[in-house]
């Protein structure tokens, strides 16, 4: 199939696999009350997302130009949430105006800017570890994210005073969480303030788990969560659940194939410059991660760095490689399906890549 | 003046001193026989680049896509070098086509896709240190950049067979190179290989010393390379002088004004939200650099952090910095006049921000 794809191969290709987000879709459906709001910063594909708007809840979104992207393509707002930790007043303004369906609250001052009819969520950050690495994590206090465990009993005080109904609690440990037991914790600890709230007569039966949903990067393979969802198939603490996953959706549907342009001699190893870089996959550049690379072609083997064609040193795929790669290959850059071209930039002005997908068969580009 | 422009404000603005980029350009203009090509990639906006036009030689451009924008905003062909480690066939016809006027030729294999009429720029990587950041060195020979020396000798063959002239030898010793000495090693390297060349019959004139000249981003000044200067209107290896600065030019031209839209605690510090991030200022989370920040207003100075409004922990601007902050103020983010906009990624949807010049006391939006 990839074969028949770079026939006429002009420009990198990211391959998407329509079975596969169907497949990650069902590895979470098995949970009774639960609803998938799909973080859509982590794949702005228009079609994805109307392929996706098919088989889940909704969408997660974090700025008005999020939602309003959705409206465009024909999502409605009552299958939007409104996340985000920088939300002005004229923003939360504009979801409320528009009838988007829930916002989930990162502060205390935020509850204090909705004026008019929305379901609340409240997003605690609950100082737990998610076993992730530093620059991903977003639940320990010392980051931006949520609402301090201490400021509940103001906000109890402001919410009976002003008659706010809370929809949810919620909460979010951070991306690339490999342990269930990290989700677990989570969910005690929330467990605990909602007691809190019931206490003073606030009953809040629904549990926003957020996302930060693992794949394998190395392995092209996603993590499950079967302990997770019978975990919550049991708990009596809440009756409805909501999950925001992204990456664990897409980032596995998708490759990229690209074109070795250049290699070059460097001592024992050489380097091989492909046609995408970090101005569509910045991944490696940033957060030092790996992506799968293999080649289309069978090759003798020997160290390669692989790097692409942006004018900067950072932006390089793997360093010392062992894999053969010649002048005019196709290598196969795995799980690009989340966080690469919603994260693309317009540094140096290159091409777009196109977006193809394969669905019962046919290819479409997308 | 600037709480002048941030009387109606509704989003980041980008505001640049026109002043500022003269100066710059001055600083580089008293060397004889020196020609000035901005590498646009550095800063993409329309009429910084108008601006620059009326003062300086022309342009470096690493894509087609740079040099189709060069030519959509009226810049001639004939002003424009191509550079980029990853020119395909097809890129070099096109340009040979449009008649741009040189291009920075990085590796034997290229100089076989060349068929037409362009000055060729042969970039060598001359495998020196530049006392620079791993990830911005371009010039050790473990990097992608430029000509290896040892393929000087097959050059030579081949130009001579097939009867190709070349208008230049040229090398980039990396960003942000402080010292002049790196510049001078580089210069007396490439003056050897220009022996070579001249010991088979090859007269090359012309010398490209690339750009990589630095700015102080804790302090807000450019560095300066007087030596330098002298040392090149003393040089009589070469008679004439290509330098490509980008970052020189404008990343100290221009500020940054953006809102802090929440404020949390942390202990004894406080966390600021600003309510631009990573989206357009990715330098702080790529490379951890440091931009100076101040705040418009005067305040008792505590412990903050400081960070952006984007859904990641990366999106940090400062960590524990000495300074006071408000809900409400408004920070100043030094030297973002390159490599801050030209980079910016759609991440998040947020909204653009606002581009606004000084030039003869009167503002203006761009």
Known sequence: MIKKIIKNYKKPIFLYNYKKIIKNIKNIKNIKNIKIFYAIKSNYNKNIIKELNKKINGFETVSIGEIKF???????NKRIIFSGVCKKKRDIKYAIKKKVSMISVESFEEINKIK?????????????KGGTKKEITTCKKDNKFGIRSNETNKI?????????????????IGSQIKKVKYYIKAIKSIEKIKKIYLSKGIK?????????????????KVFYYDKLWKFLNKNKSFNNFIIEPGRYITANSCLTISKVVYT?????????IIDIGMESIIRPALYKSVHKIVNLYKRIKKYHDIVGPICETTDTFQKNKYIGIKKGDFLIIKDTGSYCLSMRSIYNMREKPLEVIIKNKKIKVI
Do not use: D, P, Q, S
């Open 70 to 76: 959705l409206n465009k393509i024909g999502i409605k």
């Open 116 to 128: 008019g009819k929305i379901k609340i969520i409240l997003k605690y950050n609950l100082n737990l």
């Open 156 to 172: 109890i005080k402001f919410i009976k005073k002003k008659k706010i109904k809370i929809y949810a609690l919620g909460f979010h």
């Open 204 to 220: 809040i039966k629904t549990l926003n788990i957020g996302g930060g949903f693992a794949i394998n990067y190395r392995k092209n």
């Open 264 to 272: 070059k001699k460097v001592n024992k190893k050489k380097i091989a």
